[in-house]
């Protein structure tokens, strides 16, 4: 069974651009969540989308978005990147029955310059 | 404010020198205690899930353990590919699949 899959792994952009990243959760799995990683904060939660619905969100600025599509598959997008936006961004899949394991990608690591 | 803590935040060990990682949490309604091991540079690999107090589960040299107020990753002989960050995190009632993460205990084991 294939695992959680990222593109793209590394990303350099500068302040102002926007980003796009993509998540391919476990077949089967129908919730992806995105968490963003930092040596500062450690791994804070972005949000989840379910069914291609955003059902849960943290304590991000708007400049942060996502969707997901009708087959699972999910997007993020920061918009106007900051230099505190570079970052490991983790993208999670779950089996939404149980949610008693969750699975993480091997992120994209962006670098705002 | 639902928080979790992990201690030590670094713990370095020789080969075969056993210890244990501990993830405090207070919170209201625990609907899951995870643990990840995480490489530098990759994603956080799923160990175990726990979900009530008394609950023990086990993987090769790692087991986990599960209090009312905090769990422990116990690793017993270890090996230096077991050097890691070790994360725990919860899952809340009401929040989905939402994990709010303590902020690690880094593992080295020497020769």
């Known amino acids: 069974k294939a695992g959680v899959t990222q593109t793209p792994r590394y990303l350099i952009k500068t302040r102002g651009q926007q980003v796009t990243l993509s998540c391919s959760p476990i077949?089967?799995?129908?919730?992806v969540s995105w968490y963003q990683q930092t040596p500062g904060q450690g791994l804070q939660f972005l949000f989840e989308?379910?069914?291609?619905?955003?059902?849960n969100k943290g304590n991000f600025p708007g400049r942060f978005s996502g969707r997901q599509f009708s087959n699972s598959r999910s997007e993020m997008n920061v918009s106007t990147l900051e230099l505190g936006d570079s970052a490991l961004y983790l993208c999670?899949?779950?089996?939404?029955?149980?949610?008693?394991?969750?699975?993480f990608g091997p992120g994209t690591r962006l670098t705002v310059l | 404010e639902d928080q979790v803590t992990q201690s030590p935040e670094a713990l370095r060990l020789q080969e075969g020198e056993s210890s244990s990682l501990n993830c405090s949490y207070t919170v209201s309604g625990l609907r899951g205690l995870f643990w990840y091991r995480q490489d530098p540079g990759k994603g956080p690999e799923f160990l175990f899930t726990?979900?009530?107090a008394g609950e023990e589960k086990e993987k090769e040299r790692l087991k986990a353990t599960l209090t009312k107020k905090e769990s422990f990753l116990h690793i017993t002989a270890p090996k230096p590919e077991d050097s890691a960050t070790y994360l725990c995190?919860?899952?809340?009632?009401?929040?989905?699949?939402?994990?709010?993460f303590g902020t690690g205990t880094r593992l080295q084991v020497t020769l």
């Open positions: 995190a919860v899952r809340l009632d009401g929040t989905a699949s939402k994990l709010t």
């Open positions: 077949s089967g799995h129908r919730s």
């Open positions: 989308y379910f069914s291609e619905t955003q059902r």
């Open positions: 726990l979900y009530s």
């Open positions: 999670a899949s779950t089996n939404s029955d149980s949610y008693n394991e969750q699975f």
